[in-house]
């Protein structure tokens, strides 16, 4: 049985980062030193070598909108904030006869890649608007780069393997037809119900395995994670005897030193009082359920 959650404590969080009176102040991106890191049983850089040595990383490439005009009027008229919208990339060619672990692997590299950014209602992390834009508030307390929780989940897959899920939170936990969303890499999402206890979740989850998260009301899913696994550790490289995880979010949640982790994407504990396990609703996985 799940312990109680405090839902009174998440609903005043909630208004507060809502309407922005939870800033960035609390703890800078700068001044923040995670005592996480990421373990890789293949090198990094040969996880994600074609993002960093051709044009697929550069993100001026990322738009259906030619990077000149990602500033103009008309981009600001058409997506407002939200700013312009992704294109859907193509299956990496170095992807190509490797094991689902090596695929789990690259999708953390990718991910690991916008470590910092903030929580922003955008698109593209990288999409960084002139003072004046348009903005809804964040817990960042003013504009700039980053993405929200189920922003990111979608760009570290369509830029990790071409796999272009809806950003739209509820309707990315309902997926589960990938063929034509992913150039046919993928057929369909492996839909996983909550494991039986806290601890089945260590063994049950892979890296990249996407768990939704319900509101504290209960009502339909609100927000998405990303299951590290074995490759969430402590900064030493020891195990970190919590599950970690990594995702975009207010600044609420404490690491294993008891200091507040900044608004935005880090690593961040699983914890069996926390929000995410006690308001688990379902996982999908992609990779492995080819």
Same mark, same amino acid.
């Given at each position: 049985?799940?312990?109680?959650?405090?839902?009174?404590?998440?609903?005043?969080?909630?208004?507060?980062?809502?309407?922005?009176?939870?800033?960035?102040?609390?703890?800078?991106?700068?001044?923040?030193?995670?005592?996480?890191?990421?373990?890789?049983?293949?090198?990094?850089?040969?996880?994600?070598?074609? *993002?960093? /040595?051709?044009?697929? +990383?550069?993100?001026? %490439? @990322?738009? !259906?909108?030619?990077? &000149?005009?990602?500033?103009?009027?008309?981009?600001?008229?058409?997506?407002?904030?939200?700013?312009?919208?992704?294109?859907?990339?193509?299956?990496?060619?170095?992807?190509?006869?490797?094991?689902?672990?090596?695929?789990?692997?690259?999708?953390?590299?990718?991910?690991?890649?916008?470590?910092?950014?903030?929580?922003?209602?955008?698109?593209?992390?990288?999409?960084?608007?002139?003072?004046?834009?348009?903005?809804?508030?964040?817990?960042?307390?003013?504009?700039?780069?980053?993405?929200?929780?189920?922003?990111?989940?979608?760009? *570290?897959? /369509?830029?990790?393997? +071409?796999?272009?899920? %809806? @950003?739209? !939170?509820?309707?990315? &936990?309902?997926?589960?037809?990938?063929?034509?969303?992913?150039?046919?890499?993928?057929?369909?999402?492996?839909?996983?119900?909550?494991?039986?206890?806290?601890?089945?979740?260590?063994?049950?989850?892979?890296?990249?395995?996407?768990?939704?998260?319900?509101?504290?009301?209960?009502?339909?899913?609100?927000?998405?994670?990303?299951?590290?696994?074995?490759?969430?550790?402590?900064?030493?490289?020891?195990?970190?005897?919590?599950?970690?995880?990594?995702?975009?979010?207010?600044?609420?949640?404490?690491?294993?030193?008891?200091?507040? *982790?900044?608004?935005?994407?880090?690593?961040?504990?699983?914890?069996?009082?926390?929000?995410?396990?006690?308001?688990?609703?379902?996982?999908?996985?992609?990779?492995?359920?080819?």
């Amino acid at each position: 049985m799940k312990n109680n959650f405090s839902k009174m404590r998440y609903i005043i969080f909630s208004f507060l980062f809502t309407f922005g009176f939870i800033t960035g102040e609390l703890k800078s991106q700068s001044e923040y030193q995670s005592p996480y890191t990421i373990k890789y049983t293949f090198s990094k850089d040969s996880l994600i070598y074609d *993002i960093l /040595n051709t044009d697929r +990383g550069d993100y001026k %490439n @990322s738009s !259906t909108t030619e990077y &000149s005009d990602w500033y103009s009027s008309a981009t600001k008229k058409k997506y407002g904030g939200w700013g312009p919208a992704t294109i859907q990339y193509s299956t990496p060619e170095i992807i190509n006869g490797r094991s689902a672990d090596w695929m789990r692997e690259r999708l953390i590299a990718v991910a690991t890649m916008f470590l910092g950014y903030g929580y922003q209602h955008h698109h593209i992390p990288d999409w960084d608007p002139p003072t004046g834009w348009p903005w809804k508030k964040t817990c960042m307390g003013s504009n700039g780069k980053g993405v929200d929780c189920s922003n990111f989940t979608a760009y *570290i897959y /369509n830029l990790g393997f +071409g796999v272009k899920l %809806n @950003s739209n !939170t509820l309707t990315q &936990s309902n997926t589960q037809n990938l063929s034509d969303i992913s150039n046919g890499l993928f057929e369909t999402a492996e839909l996983i119900q909550e494991p039986a206890s806290y601890e089945d979740f260590v063994t049950t989850f892979k890296p990249g395995d996407l768990l939704f998260i319900k509101a504290a009301n209960n009502k339909p899913v609100s927000h998405v994670i990303v299951w590290l696994g074995y490759m969430g550790v402590n900064a030493d490289g020891s195990p970190s005897g919590t599950p970690l995880i990594m995702d975009s979010h207010g600044a609420e949640v404490k690491d294993s030193n008891g200091n507040e *982790i900044p608004c935005g994407i880090h690593i961040r504990p699983f914890e069996k009082t926390s929000w995410y396990y006690n308001k688990f609703s379902h996982a999908l996985r992609i990779i492995g359920s080819r």
